[in-house]
């Protein structure tokens, strides 16, 4: 009996032995979490081309300015966000413009962001007896592109609608193309 137990015990032994020895568990590595180019404060410049319609009179020349905003990226495909920016032409009739405006945009890829825009618009309107302020609206869309982490560049479309206390209207549309830095 003695014999036995001590048969057993060996085995016993031999057997935790064997399964300490055994491969574990392979785990697969996980992928990278992946990174959100889009949340944050940022700030920027654009310039571009911009025609407009001034009580009948047309006319084209350039727009520079900058912008600043904020945006949050909303689970894996959505981006939200509120924007100001300001610019001034090369046109006599159109001297400055400014806006407010929400944008809205989907991922196609993590770094490429196609959007929606549109808000409130202010400017300074030209007649040949004063200079007026204007108010109205503008909406718009675009293509941006993550380069880095803190670094994108954008390709925007936005059309105006504008009036003056007097009465006096212009539209105008602009075709943009800007960077902005992500903090």
């Known amino acids: 009996m003695r014999n036995l ?55 084209d020349a350039y727009l520079v300015g900058g912008h600043i905003g904020y945006q949050r990226q909303l689970g894996s495909n959505v981006v939200v966000g509120i924007e100001l920016d300001g610019g001034t032409t090369g046109m006599a009739e159109v001297s400055w413009l400014a806006t407010a405006r929400l944008r809205a945009g ?13 808000g409130g618009a202010y400017g300074r309107l030209s007649d040949t007896m004063a200079n007026l302020s204007i108010t109205g609206w503008v909406v718009g869309g675009g293509v941006e592109y993550a380069l880095a982490r803190n670094l994108s560049a954008r390709v925007e479309y936005r059309h105006h609608d504008v009036k003056a206390l ?17 903090f």
């Not at 989907?106 to 549109?118: D, S």
């Open 166 to 182: 007097t009465g006096m209207t212009a539209t105008s549309d602009a075709v943009f193309l800007g960077a902005s830095l992500r």
């Open 106 to 118: 989907y991922l196609l890829t993590p770094q490429l962001l196609v959007y929606g825009t549109g």
């Open 5 to 59: 137990l001590c048969l057993l015990a060996m085995l016993a032994s031999t057997v935790a032995t064997a399964a300490a020895d055994l491969p574990r568990k392979y785990t697969l590595p996980q992928p990278p979490a992946a990174t959100d180019y889009w949340s944050g404060l940022y700030i920027g410049g654009h310039g571009g081309w911009h025609w407009a319609d001034t009580a009948g009179v047309k006319a």
